[in-house]
Nanobody
Framework: QVQLVEPGGGSVQAGGSLRRSCAAS????????MAWFRRAPGKERQKVAH???????SYSDSVKGRFTNSKDNAKNTLYLQMNSLMPEDTAIYYC??????????????WGQGTEVTVSS
């Protein structure tokens, strides 16, 4: 069973930065796709970014240019660097992963989620 562990959330003022991390209980190179999702208050869950086994990344339009998704296989850890944060980025952020390729959109493994609050 794969476990994904996310340390506690954070809060910041608009324009600030935060970094999320997600530690996998298995070698991260065995997870062909790792991703970040978020659920804002009153909204549906949204995929923010993903990274594949070749370190190719993809981002939603709402975060492109502001967020950077990366992976450190030596630490089995996924990161999300969030810059130029806006109040609309306030949400619970979840990491997710699967051994299948990203294009299949399969997410069998999930972190517990951490809250990010951006104040204006």
């Amino acid at each position: 069973q794969v476990q994904l562990v996310e340390p506690g959330g954070g809060s910041v003022q608009a324009g600030g930065s935060l970094r999320r991390s997600c530690a996998a209980s298995v070698y991260s190179y065995t997870l062909n796709c790792m991703a970040w999702f978020r659920r804002a208050p009153g909204k549906e869950r949204q995929k923010v970014a993903h990274i594949d086994s070749n370190d190719r990344t993809s981002y939603s339009d709402s975060v492109k240019g502001r967020f950077t998704n990366s992976k450190d296989n030596a630490k089995n850890t996924l990161y999300l660097q969030m810059n130029s944060l806006m109040p609309e980025d306030t949400a619970i952020y979840y990491c997710a992963a699967d051994r299948y390729a990203c294009y299949l959109g399969s997410w069998r493994y999930w972190g517990q989620g951490t809250e990010v609050t951006v104040s204006s």
